[in-house]
């Protein structure tokens, strides 16, 4: 039932989905809050007893600041909130709830996010307890690039709906620029929650406040004062070291944030995709107000394909093996088959083909800004930010392939250049409060940056735990990034160990897991002593073999079985003390 209905006559049908319904709802009473406040007609807050359960599972930290966006919303409407993480909620607390929002994102190939697994655990096991008093919705953030699209959010969803609960909205999923469906689900979910209450206005202040922060939609111009080569002549990678300057911004970050960067598509390859499209650069496509040139420098994503792209390519193009793969929907085939291959090689699948530029466009994405963890303290370096990116560049016989971000930085903004950005915070991944507790950080590649920043913030906070660095890279000599930073922190004890594994300068392969495992006892009573133990860097592999050997190791130190070392882990995830900033 929709709230038209009761003006409209009773057998009348709206011409929306109920998607586009739920977004209506919300865009209006976003639009009534607006003029609202507008005219300064701030009601009385309204003490209602409704409260709100705001849960959320988060990776990088996305979907903790919709839950405080919409605590904020709710509690401006005379609501209570309660937020918590996913994991924080035992089964035997959630059966009493009422009104629960859930924000999720999907980590990986379909998983539940790191704080959102333990909890996924107990709700889908036979034991989960009925929840026929929840009114519940579920907004899932993902990304369209993967398989698994809101995987986490779907199973929630769907899960919750089993036991009992009432979904008093549609979940909605969101691609990677989520923050306007977002929004709008806030509007729409939060009057479900106490259908007779009429809502106040937004805080006219608090609306200010958010409408003057840099944000992804109004980027900061920041200029990049500095930047350096940090990996060696011989290195297979180019890790370059970025400093930039904060200005006038006002802006203000913590360690284990991220910082996002707007970039522009490499000017190469529009060329090339403009030639292809046999139009001009100055070509204004229909439903648009910028030429075509513009368009695909500035906003659109050009080097990874849409799945839609390819399915569109599939249809016209005529290449047998793409046209079985998708028949057959084997997604492993198709991975292999991609591999390497941008937007400009699907489009040459069949150069006989021509493609109508509107067309075209309709296929792609938007471009996306892309999210690198800060390698600086603020309270050490005071006013900029640091970051610490490996330039992703490919070849084969045929072309030379630029990744978007890192080489838009790289070699296409000299120092002084100005380029856009704003903070992703992510509130998962800090350095304990108490400054006595000992942490253990394993960060290979560029998997280091969050960790430079925390040693920095240890030291100028004096803070007197330990700190154990586990850091490794291809070789020594060319990739030992920060070498004599790091040196200069152990001299002065604020690096308490370092242990480094050069994959690469010897026969076997030396990875940061094979350091963990060699000082097993140590590490073992670190954790066992209340130490934190962070992992930053590739998600697919290292974050994986990592877990496994930490696994082993307490089965080993504590003598137990397999599963007891995951009860165990398991308790160090609910503890907070297992925390991962890795994809
Ligand atoms: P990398 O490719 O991860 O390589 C660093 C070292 O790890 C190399 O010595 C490599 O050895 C080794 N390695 C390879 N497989 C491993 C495994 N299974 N277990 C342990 N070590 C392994 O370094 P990078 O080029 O700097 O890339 C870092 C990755 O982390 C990227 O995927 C990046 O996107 C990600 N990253 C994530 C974050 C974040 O989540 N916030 C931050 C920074 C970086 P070999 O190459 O010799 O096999």
């Not at 500035?298 to 290449?319: H, N």
């Not at 890192?406 to 800090?430: G, H, V």
Request: proline share 3%; aromatic share 10%; with cysteine.
């Amino acid at each position: 039932m929709n709230k038209y209905n009761k003006i409209l006559p009773k057998n009348y049908k709206t011409p929306f989905s109920f998607d586009q319904e739920s977004w209506m709802e919300g865009f209006i009473t976003g639009l009534k809050h607006q003029s609202n406040s507008i005219n300064n007609n701030i009601k009385e807050k309204n003490d209602s007893e409704t409260l709100i359960n705001i849960l959320f599972g988060t990776q990088t930290g996305n979907s903790e600041s919709v839950a405080e966006d919409l605590s904020n919303f709710a509690l401006s409407n005379g609501f209570k909130t309660q937020i918590n993480a996913l994991d924080d909620i035992e089964m035997n607390n959630l059966s009493k709830m009422i009104n629960v929002a859930i924000i999720t994102s999907t980590y990986g190939e379909g998983e539940m996010p790191d704080n959102a697994q333990l909890f996924w655990n107990a709700l889908s096991s036979n034991t989960a307890p009925q929840l026929n008093n929840m009114n519940y919705s579920v907004l899932a953030l993902g990304d369209t690039g993967y398989e698994e699209f809101c995987h986490a959010g779907k199973l929630l969803d769907t899960r919750l709906e089993q036991l009992g609960a009432k979904r008093i909205i549609k979940r909605i999923d969101c691609d990677v620029d989520f923050e306007e469906l977002a929004e709008n689900w806030i509007n729409s979910v939060v009057p479900k929650f106490n259908p007779d209450k009429k809502l106040d206005a937004v805080n006219k202040d608090k609306t200010e406040s958010i409408v003057k922060s840099w944000s992804r939609k109004n980027p900061y111009e920041a200029i990049i004062s500095y930047n350096t080569l940090l990996s060696g002549p011989n290195s297979n990678k180019e890790i370059i070291h970025y400093e930039i300057d904060l200005g006038d911004s006002g802006l203000k970050y913590e360690v284990g944030d991220s910082l996002s960067i707007i970039p522009r598509n490499k000017q190469l390859l529009v060329d090339q995709i403009i030639e292809r499209l046999h139009t001009s650069k100055d070509f204004i496509p229909s439903g648009y107000e910028i030429d075509i040139e513009n368009l695909l420098k500035f906003k659109f994503e050009i080097l990874t394909p849409t799945k839609r792209l390819i399915e569109y390519v599939e249809k016209i193009a005529e290449d047998s093996e793409l046209s079985l793969i998708l028949e057959k929907k084997d997604s492993k085939a198709l991975d292999d088959f991609k591999w390497g291959m941008d937007v400009l090689d699907f489009m040459n699948l069949n150069p006989k083909v021509d493609f109508i530029v509107e067309k075209f466009l309709d296929l792609l994405k938007p471009l996306q800004h892309r999210t690198y963890s800060i390698s600086s303290s603020i309270n050490k370096f005071d006013n900029k930010v640091h970051l610490t990116i490996s330039s992703v560049r490919w070849k084969n016989k045929k072309r030379d392939y630029n990744g978007v971000c890192s080489t838009y930085l790289a070699d296409d903004c000299n120092e002084n250049e100005k380029i856009k950005i704003f903070f992703t915070p992510n509130k998962s991944f800090r350095l304990p409060e108490d400054k006595d507790k000992d942490i253990i950080m394993i960060g290979p590649g560029t998997g280091i940056a969050p960790f430079r920043a925390f040693l920095q913030e240890r030291e100028v906070t004096k803070s007197s735990g330990k700190n154990w660095l586990f850091f490794g890279d291809q070789t020594r000599d060319n990739d030992f990034i920060y070498q004599d930073e790091l040196k200069d922190m152990l001299n002065k004890n604020i690096l308490t160990k370092l242990d480094l594994a050069f994959s690469r300068d010897q026969k076997e392969k030396l990875y940061v897991q094979h350091k963990i495992y060699e000082n097993k006892k140590e590490f073992f009573s670190w954790i066992e002593n209340g130490s934190i133990i962070y992992i930053c860097g590739d998600a697919t592999k290292m974050a994986k073999d990592v877990e496994d050997i930490i696994l082993k190791i307490i089965s080993e130190e504590k003598n137990c079985s397999f599963n007891d070392s995951i009860d165990y882990l398991n308790k160090l995830k609910k503890e907070k003390r297992y925390l991962r900033d890795v994809y």
